[in-house]
């Protein structure tokens, strides 16, 4: 039976255990103790002020009172009196121990004591005993009085003993009222509406609930929450019809997504694959123009083919592109981007589409316009290309143009216009949309439809926007604003180096080459052989381990995709051997990415460069690796070495439109230009024939050279 009892108690209180009711009750007992508390410690503490002071007083009034019958004793040396008059205090309350010592020059000084000294709480006081003798005070001795304090401390305990059982009384019946209160008022309501909430189905209608009470006559807190909760049930269902009606086109969603993700990965795998022979191509490309045996029309037969090459490389990288932003892992260097070079590479390489179609290209920059930009390089010249491309694409008579200018506000601006076929109203908002095309069939087979969608997110991604404006025969404007370079803008672009490097200076050094790829490891043997290095070659990770082993080179370049050993483990293998832990390691890789990168650098590597190789780069990291002084031979087709002299007789005016027709880049008319000049003279002849082939280069900067030199040797009107 009473085992029955307690288990039922105990499962009550169970239930309570985790309860709001409990931690209600248990916090107002603790604030309640510790206020008790501190209001008994502050009573005790007055308490024990005043009864200290009464006993201070009380030896004071001792001290008073037996002054003068202490003094006449210890005059008459009356042992007795002394005796019956300390007995006397000791009658008085607290008091335990007194005591009377003669003082002064006395051989056996007379001492009469009372009580027992005490050790621990106590307070004792000493006062003088004097006596007048012929009309003068002497002091004789000393009364000694000593208190306890057990008195006191027991007063004390008993006042705290009460105030706090009074007070934890009054503390446990105010907390019960209060849980019980609280209990009637929420938490039952609460628990029911927990109840509620566990058998709540959104796949079912909710049912509307009422609390078990008498309803208030304003809706109190627990009212707006059933009612909360009731329309959380409502907007709940009709979401889960919405998203049972939607169940198809969510799984058509994630297949398109799993497709747009193989997507991903196989373009990835192409550009790997692509950029291989790209290598090659772009790789000879370089070698070509490195050879001072070919004549200048052989040079500007391979400058065609490199740039064509670049240019594939940038189709590459925008595919690639557009699957990092559809990933969301575009990342973008922000530099200052110099607009001179940027506008000269753009000339060049839409002017050969411009010439092909016949349509007169401009490219010009606005007198006050900053000197560059802040950008990404690559990205910005990717931009300008897209949107000059479907420019020359949609335009079939009348004029491209690209003009940069300067905002009221600093900004630069970028506007592409163009005298084409205009997109109509109804596609202005899907322009920009990927695989969206405009026009006819036979001008959207020229494009993947990818263009604009990958420019609009590099702008948005540089902190722009881009515009457009068009009408149907009356052409397109592009246009977006980005700000300007934080440097200050140089006058005249530095022009580059036009030095071939042809050796180094000090003994001959090996260089181990190591790519699955032979196409690979001929262009860099190609180079490096060219410039006196000592080439070994090998296939995989694991037969470069072997060769470096036993040539000790002083350099090593090696790809980092191979079959078997690839070029990370044979790094981090070379990295650990003996005699090869500091020799200077180049990766160079057909998957270049950030993360690619990183991982050479942790695995060992020195540099990395991606494929396809450019060797400016390539040389400048060997000469800084290897610390060379390269032996250079000046080019043979420099323009500042094989552009003719403008004849002196040369008409001012003429030469004045040149350079105007320079500046702009119209390459078609300066061509027409020279043609006029040869029909005028003959003697203009070899001029003219050297400025067509310019011009048909699209070698934009030597012509500007060219004039720039005539007009700055014309002698002043």
Same mark, same amino acid.
């Given at each position: 039976?009473?085992?029955n009892?307690f ?10 255990r985790h ?5 209600l009750?248990a916090?107002?007992?603790?604030? $309640? ?7 008994t ?26 002054r003068?019958?202490l003094?006449?004793?210890l ?10 008059e300390?007995d ?6 607290d008091? @335990? ?7 002064g ?7 009469v ?7 621990g709480?106590v307070?004792s006081?000493?006062?003088?005993? =004097? ?5 003068t ?12 304090l057990?008195g006191?401390?027991s007063?004390?305990a ?16 105010v ?7 609280f ?13 509620l ?17 008498r ?9 707006r ?6 329309a ?5 269902h009709?979401a ?9 086109? @969510?799984?058509?969603?994630r ?6 993700? *193989?997507k ?6 192409? $550009?790997?694959?692509?950029?291989t022979?790209?290598n ?15 004549n200048?029309?052989?040079?500007a037969g ?8 670049e240019?594939?490389?940038t189709?590459?990288d ?15 260097e ?14 060049e ?7 092909e179609?016949h349509l007169?290209c ?6 006050d316009?900053?000197g560059g930009?802040r950008?990404?390089?690559r ?6 290309l897209?949107?000059?491309a479907?420019a020359?694409?949609?335009t079939d008579r ?9 905002t ?30 405009v ?5 959207r ?13 590099f702008?948005?991604?540089?902190? =722009?926007?881009?515009?457009v404006?068009?009408?149907l025969?009356q ?6 604003e980005?700000?300007? *370079?934080?440097t200050a ?7 580059p ?27 860099i043997t190609?180079?490096? $052989? ?6 070994i ?13 036993s040539?000790?080179?002083?350099l ?19 990295r ?10 180049i990766?160079?890789?057909?998957s270049?990415s950030?993360i ?7 695995a ?10 450019d ?9 800084t ?10 080019r043979a ?5 094989s552009l003719?002299d ?5 008409p001012a005016?003429?030469m004045?439109?040149?350079?105007r027709?320079?500046?702009?880049g ?9 043609d006029r000049?040869s029909?005028?003279?003959?003697q203009?002849?070899?001029f ?6 310019l *011009? ?10 060219l ?11």
């Amino acid at each position: 039976m009473v085992l029955n009892t307690f288990s039922a108690l105990w499962s009550s209180l169970s239930r309570f255990r985790h309860s709001v009711v409990l931690r209600l009750l248990a916090t107002v007992l603790l604030f $309640s103790c510790v206020v008790t508390l501190l209001l008994t410690a502050l009573q005790l503490y007055g308490d024990y002020e005043r009864g200290i002071s009464l006993i201070q007083n009380r030896l004071s009034d001792i001290d008073r009172s037996y002054r003068d019958s202490l003094g006449e004793g210890l005059w008459r040396l009356d042992r007795q009196q002394l005796q019956l008059e300390l007995d006397g205090m000791l009658r008085l309350a607290d008091i @335990r121990a007194a005591e009377v010592r003669e003082t002064g020059l006395v051989a056996s000084p007379l001492v009469v004591r009372a009580g027992q000294r005490m050790t621990g709480a106590v307070i004792s006081r000493e006062f003088p005993i =004097s006596y007048r003798v012929h009309g003068t005070q002497r002091v004789l001795g000393t009364l000694y009085v000593e208190a306890t304090l057990s008195g006191l401390y027991s007063d004390l305990a008993q006042t705290a003993l009460l105030i706090l059982v009074s007070q934890a009384a009054n503390t446990f019946l105010v907390a019960l009222f209060i849980i019980y209160i609280f209990w009637r008022l929420v938490t039952r309501h609460l628990a029911a509406i927990a109840r509620l909430v566990g058998r709540y189905d959104f796949r079912e209608s909710p049912q509307p609930f009422c609390l078990q009470r008498r309803q208030p006559r304003r809706p109190d807190e627990l009212d707006r929450v059933v009612a909360a909760f009731h329309a959380m049930g409502v907007r709940l269902h009709v979401a889960y019809l919405d998203e049972r009606n939607a169940a198809k086109q @969510r799984e058509a969603l994630r297949s398109a997504e799993a497709a747009n993700r *193989a997507k991903g990965e196989f373009l990835a795998n192409m $550009s790997h694959e692509l950029r291989t022979p790209l290598n090659g191509i772009l790789g000879y490309a370089q070698i070509l123009q490195r050879d001072s045996g070919l004549n200048e029309r052989q040079h500007a037969g391979v400058a065609v083919i490199q740039r064509s090459g670049e240019h594939l490389l940038t189709l590459i990288d925008d595919t690639l592109d557009f699957a990092r932003i559809e990933a969301g892992k575009l990342r973008l260097e922000i530099v200052d981007v110099a607009l001179p070079g940027l506008m000269d590479v753009i000339r060049e390489i839409i002017g050969v589409k411009a010439e092909e179609k016949h349509l007169e290209c401009v490219c010009a920059i606005a007198p006050d316009v900053p000197g560059g930009v802040r950008a990404d390089a690559r990205r910005l010249r990717q931009v300008l290309l897209n949107l000059l491309a479907n420019a020359v694409k949609f335009t079939d008579r009348g004029r491209v143009s690209l003009l940069v200018t300067q905002t009221t506000s600093g900004a630069v601006r970028f506007e592409v216009r163009d005298t084409g076929i205009g997109i109509p109203p109804d596609q202005l908002r899907t322009v920009f949309e990927p695989f969206e095309q405009v026009g006819n069939p036979e001008r959207r087979s020229e494009g993947t439809g990818l263009g604009l969608a990958i420019s609009r997110e590099f702008v948005l991604a540089m902190g =722009s926007e881009i515009h457009v404006e068009s009408g149907l025969g009356q052409g397109s404007t592009f246009w977006f604003e980005l700000a300007p *370079a934080t440097t200050a803008r140089s006058s005249i672009p530095r022009e580059p180096d036009a030095r071939v490097a042809t050796g180094y200076e000090g003994p001959r050094r090996k260089v181990l080459i190591i790519d699955d790829v032979a196409v690979n490891r001929t262009v860099i043997t190609e180079l490096l $052989s060219r410039l006196g290095f000592d080439i070994i070659e090998a296939a995989n990770g694991a037969e470069g381990l072997a060769k470096a082993q036993s040539e000790r080179p002083a350099l090593i370049v090696t790809d980092i995709v191979m079959p078997g050993m690839d070029g990370l483990e044979a790094t981090r293998r070379l990295r650990q051997t003996p005699g090869l832990t500091n020799v200077p390691i180049i990766a160079v890789t057909a998957s270049p990415s950030g993360i690619d990168e990183k991982k050479s650098l942790a695995a060992g590597v020195n540099a990395f460069l991606p494929k396809p190789v450019d060797f400016g780069r390539l040389l400048a990291q060997i000469r800084t690796l290897l610390n060379l002084e390269w032996t250079y031979a000046a080019r043979a087709h420099s323009p500042q070495s094989s552009l003719p002299d403008v004849p002196a007789a040369a008409p001012a005016p003429q030469m004045d439109e040149l350079y105007r027709l320079a500046r702009v880049g119209n390459m078609r008319d300066i061509i027409a230009w020279a043609d006029r000049m040869s029909l005028i003279d003959p003697q203009y002849e070899p001029f003219t024939t050297h400025l067509r082939g310019l *011009a048909k280069g699209y070698q934009s900067k030597a012509i500007l050279l060219l004039v720039e030199r005539y007009l700055e040797a014309r002698p002043a009107p």
